[in-house]
């Protein structure tokens, strides 16, 4: 069984900063890529950002140059650096992997449960 747990949703104030953290434990053999994505109300899934196993990263664009994303391959980890967050970044946010627990076995995509960030006015 895998599993990713996120942590460091929140509340904070236009212009501030959060920083979101997702690990991924369980039966895991090997990783492809991380990243986060995020989910406005009444609206499907949207990309923030994509680390590839080489360390290639693909941001959407309302979010370049606010966001970083950053893996920690040792803790099967991902990392999203917020900073100069606006009201309209106010969403859940996902983190998820492509995983497969073992050898020759497709990658699949596994995803966390949410967390909340809500940015104030």
């Known amino acids: 069984q895998v599993q990713l747990v996120e942590s460091g949703g929140g509340l904070v104030q236009a212009g501030g900063s959060l920083r979101l953290s997702c690990a991924a434990s369980g039966s895991i053999g090997s990783i492809r890529s991380m990243g986060w994505y995020r989910q406005f109300p009444g609206k499907p899934r949207e990309l923030v950002v994509r680390?590839?196993?080489?360390?290639?990263?693909s941001y959407a664009d309302s979010v370049k140059g606010r966001f970083t994303g950053s893996r920690d391959n040792a803790k099967n980890a991902v990392f999203l650096q917020m900073n100069s967050l606006k009201p309209e970044d106010t969403a859940v946010y996902y983190c998820?992997?492509?995983?497969?627990?073992?050898?020759?076995?497709?990658?699949?995509?596994?995803w966390g449960q949410g967390t909340q960030v809500t940015v104030s006015s």
């Open positions: 680390i590839t196993n080489d360390g290639t990263t």
């Open positions: 998820t992997s492509e995983i497969r627990t073992l050898l020759l076995v497709p990658f699949r995509d596994y």
